[in-house]
Nanobody
Framework: EVQLVESGGGLVQAGGSLRLSCAAS????????IGWFRQAPGKEREDVSCISISDGSTYYADSVKGRFTISSDNAKNTVYLQMNSLKPEDTAVYYC??????????????RGRGTQVTVSS
């Protein structure tokens, strides 16, 4: 059974940084991707970033490009999302998700419970 556990959320001022972690377990191969999506109160879910575990290719939503960096430590089965230059509009619950590399993040079948990120102005 695939399990994903997020950590690293919190409260930060605008312009600050946070690093989210997603500890993954239960995978039987490396032919999958791990990504992040977020959901703010009253808003639709929004994909954020994704990384292929097999070849390291990455994806970023336009809203975070240049500010967020996704990386993976395959030895630790952990994916990180470094978030810099945070804005109040980045405030949301951030979810880690995993699935086949050919699917959009929002269609990934496995997800964690989420971690709150709050950016104050």
């Amino acid at each position: 059974e695939v399990q994903l556990v997020e950590s690293g959320g919190g409260l930060v001022q605008a312009g600050g940084s946070l690093r989210l972690s997603c500890a993954a377990s239960g995978f039987t191969s490396d032919d999958y991707a791990i990504g992040w999506f977020r959901q703010a109160p009253g808003k639709e879910r929004e994909d954020v970033s994704c990384i292929s575990i097999s070849d390291g290719s990455t994806y970023y939503a336009d809203s975070v490009k240049g500010r967020f960096t996704i990386s993976s430590d395959n030895a630790k089965n952990t994916v990180y999302l470094q978030m810099n230059s945070l804005k109040p509009e980045d405030t949301a619950v951030y979810y880690c998700a995993a699935g086949p590399t050919e699917l959009p993040i929002l269609e990934f079948g496995s997800r964690g419970r989420g971690t709150q990120v709050t950016v104050s102005s």
